[in-house]
Each structure stands twice: as C-alpha cells, then as structure tokens.
C-alpha cells in the first residue's frame, strides 16, 4: 500500500466513524406478533466515487421467516453489487431481500449483508430504515390478546419444548498467509475475520501461517532443500513443527466438538524446496491431518484453496492447484468440503473485477486486495470469510447452529 493511499485510508476511516460510526436504528412497534429490530450500517470502505458498506439486521421480536429491508439514499448514491442479499433500487429507494440461507431470523437473532456503491457529490447514512414496512424508531411490542387464555387447570399444558443451547467450542485454523491474521500491513487473511460470523460460544484460534505448504506448516524447518528419489522435499526430522503439536496435546489442543478448517494448495505446487509438496504427498499429509482431528473428536472441514484474481477478459477465471486432491481425500474420508476457489471466483465475477488494469492501489479492487491479485485488506478477508460461514450454512454443517 502506498504511503499516500495508506494515510488517505486512516483519515477517511476516521471520518466515516466520526461521522457514522456503527449507526443502529430501532424497529417501532406494529399490529400482530412481537416485533422489533435493530439495524446497524457501517462503511466499510469509500474511494472517489465509490463505497462499500455492511449491514446487520437483528429481530429484537418474534421470529421473522423472511425480511425485507428498505431505505431512502438522499444524495444519490447507487448500489452497484451487493452479497447475502438481493438489493434493488429504483430511483432513491433501495429494497433488501433474504436470499435462501438467510431467510429465518429467530428472536435476537441477526442477518448479515453487504454492498458495493456509487456516490458522488456526498455519502451520509440513511435517516431511516424499515424492516418488513415497520420504520425503524425504536421499542419492541407484543400483539394484543383477543380473548383470555383458557385456564390450565382443566387441560395442563405441554412443557414447551426447548433447543439447547450450543456449548462452548474452538474452531482450530491451519493455511496459509490468505487465511492467516496477518502477514504484514495491509495483509488480512480471511481466518482473521471468521469471527465475526460466529456466536460468543465459537472461538478462533487461527494457526495460518503465511508462506507456508501443507508440509512447511506441518513440519516447518525440518524440511529441507533437498529432494529424494521421488521428487519430495527430504524432512530432517519426522518431529511436528510447535503449532500443531500444542493441537494434538490433549490439554492445549484440540477437544471433542471443535472443528478444524484445512486449507492449504496455493504454496503447494512450488517446484522447488522446502515448499514442494507432490500430489499424492499432499494427500497424504492431508489425510493424516483429517484423521488425527478426528481422533481427538473434533470435526475436520477440508476448504479448497482461495482463488487470486485472475481474469479471461470480462471474467474472472480458476486459477489454484490441488483441487482435485483435497476432494480426493474429503470423499476417502467421509469429510466435507468447502469449494471456497469455485465461490471466490465467482464473488469476484458478481463483483465486476474484470477486466482489470493492473492497479491494487484503487477502486473496488484496490479496496479489495492488498497490492497484489491473491492477498486481501481487511474489507476482502471479510467478504472472504462470508462465503465461508456461508458454505457452513448451505452445507448444513453442525457448526451452522453456532453461526449469527
């Protein structure tokens, strides 16, 4: 990131927090069920004529089985894509509708969307917000009893039944620098911003490191430059590296319940040591990360390598190798798979990036990618890590019941 982009970027994060910070808008009361709802709008990013924000829908009433969100931009601002929803506009009214996945949003509960935009002469937050035609003003209310409840005395009610609560669990990270926290300024990988879809009773320990292979991550500095017979990088010593030895200890590691997400693939296809790792290595090493996850009760999630930016005129094209090894091993193994290079991809298609100049330092890209087509700033990681939760939701993953 340029000196002048990186100041530019402070500054202008600076101003949208003082002049908007996470605005939350209360829903009023209306006729029938219990309703209420709160809405918070955050711009994400902002560039000349262009913008990113994200939006959180909360029901503060009683469940809502699909929701429409509306507003009014008053300085005519366009919305030009938008994620986990459908947004239209006409004119200054902009109209946000569940998509699938989504649809549900039970008592204090939230949905999540987000949308790139137009903007030209200035870019406030809208004054209001109404969530399925109630305006946003604040309160929540209870329908009105149209007669006494019977007594129970002559017929007991049923205790209700109840869904337990999810306990406690750790979801364990391994990858490399585009799913690690960090990998030098402005470098966010997507395991950074995974929590932010998940409930206070899911915690990320993320162990991506960046530049790594899968056996690079496994056995670090013990894998030296040399290559044996086959073509595989000769390990020094059979010993783990630190990071996944504390996740095999039984008292720092991983538990009964947690989930651990693998990706890795992108580093993989060096063809030079230490960082080479063949084919039916990579399955290998793969597998026995999936068995040893298992072996200690946690839930392994394979996750294919995040496609960079690549393009083929208009569109955005594959690009990552090892695809086809991690489905290999996901169906041996009976463990699911998330095509995270397919829905990157295609997010970055949704997104118009391509054709593309060149330039990481602007515009929707530039707000995107840090610096380079395959690295991502914070506002990437967390669209990202949206497709993520996504798939874990879609796939119906027994970690959705921990997803907001």
Known sequence: MTMFRRRAATALAAAV????????????PSAGAATGCAVTYRITNQWTGGFGADVTVTNLGDTINGWTLTWTFSTGQQVTQAWNATVTQTGANVTAK???YNRTIPGNGSANFGFNGSWSSANPVPASFALNGVTCTGGVTSSPSASPSPSP???????????PTP?????WLAGDSTVANSSG??????GRELGQYLTANATVTNNAVGGRSIQTWLYESAVTGSTNSSGECVLSSTAYAARWQSMLDASTGMKT???????FGINDGSPT???????ARYRE????MVRAAKQRGANPVLVTPVAALTCSGSTATPNRGYLTETFDVGSATGTPVIDLHKLSYTLYNSLRFCPYSGDYTSGPVGAFFANDHTHFEAYGARQIAGLVAGAVRDQRLGLAAYLR
């Open 153 to 163: 005395s002559a017929s007991p009610s049923a205790t209700p039944s109840t869904t």
């Open 285 to 288: 090493l793969l597998t026995a």
């Open 273 to 279: 040591c230490p960082r080479h790792v063949g084919s």
């Open 257 to 263: 319940g947690d989930y651990l997400f693998i990706q």
């Open 17 to 28: 927090a003082a002049l908007t910070g996470a605005l939350t808008f209360s829903a009023a």
């Open 185 to 190: 300024d402005p470098i966010v990988g997507w």
């Open 98 to 100: 569940n998509v699938d």
């Open 167 to 171: 306990g406690k669990i750790t979801v």
